[in-house]
């Protein structure tokens, strides 16, 4: 089971900030929240993480609330190529390790 | 560097014969995963290893399906008489270890299974 709750899909429009949600209300202490996208007929790629303080890469800034039940991705200045399904992730601990557990995550769409 | 290679890119399978999908890893990385990803579904995961050993193989569909990883690199997901419903894009990826919550995955571009 996924931990996460994504809605379906959204759109942008290009230029503009596209604001993704994400609620992980089950979320515990030592549990990061992972974003990856996944762009048509590609693999997922790693977009950025964090625990309970927001964060700032190159791609995007991540969200999180002070109770760490729920985060927004944020792409600042949307393109055309940001379409792709994003997914939320927190990782859920297998044989003592933490396994990356994706849903179905959020397809945006970028349009002119 | 190079990234998380796979090979097949493309396989198409009659009902019933062995497949056998190869991930090569970015080198370096002891931990490996395999995930599937059914046509508009999200990713499914099935195994992971760290180094060369599987901890946890609860997430195999069905006893059809077994994976090897020799010499902590290169590893091989085998699919015995496959069925129709093993179609699927079946994605491999690697990160520098499992312990640490923070490892990303590096992901490879997939092989696209067609079960006729």
């Known amino acids: 089971d996924a931990k996460t709750t994504q809605p379906p899909s959204m759109d942008c429009a290009e230029g503009r900030a596209a604001n993704l949600p994400c609620n992980h209300s089950?979320?515990?202490?030592?549990?990061?929240v992972y974003w990856y996208r996944q762009i048509h007929s590609q693999g997922p790629q790693y977009i950025i993480h964090?625990?309970?303080n927001n964060e700032t890469n190159e791609m995007a800034s991540l969200i999180i609330t002070e109770d760490r039940k729920s985060s927004t991705l944020i792409l600042p200045h949307a393109t055309l190529r940001d379409t792709a399904v994003y997914y939320c992730?927190?990782?859920?601990?297998?044989?003592?390790?933490?396994?990356?557990?994706f849903g179905r995550g959020t397809s945006l769409i970028v349009h002119p | 560097g190079a990234g998380v290679s796979q090979s097949p890119s493309n396989k198409v399978t009659e009902k019933g014969k062995d497949v056998e999908l190869r991930c090569d890893p970015i080198?370096?990385?002891?931990?490996l995963y395999w995930y599937r990803q059914s046509l508009g579904q999200g990713l499914e995961f099935l195994i992971y290893?760290?180094?060369?050993?599987?901890?946890?193989k609860s997430g195999l569909p069905s006893d059809r399906f077994s994976a090897e990883r020799t010499g902590g690199s290169v590893s091989t997901l085998t699919i015995q008489r496959t069925q129709q419903e093993d179609s699927a894009v079946y994605l491999c990826?690697?990160?520098?270890?499992?312990?640490?919550?923070?490892?990303?995955?590096?992901f490879g571009p997939g092989t696209r299974l067609t079960v006729l």
């Open positions: 990826a690697s990160s520098l270890g499992l312990a640490s919550p923070y490892n990303e995955q590096f």
């Open positions: 089950t979320i515990s202490g030592n549990e990061y």
């Open positions: 964090g625990l309970k």
């Open positions: 992730i927190v990782r859920v601990i297998s044989g003592g390790s933490y396994i990356p557990t």
């Open positions: 080198s370096g990385h002891t931990a």
């Open positions: 290893f760290q180094g060369n050993s599987a901890p946890d």
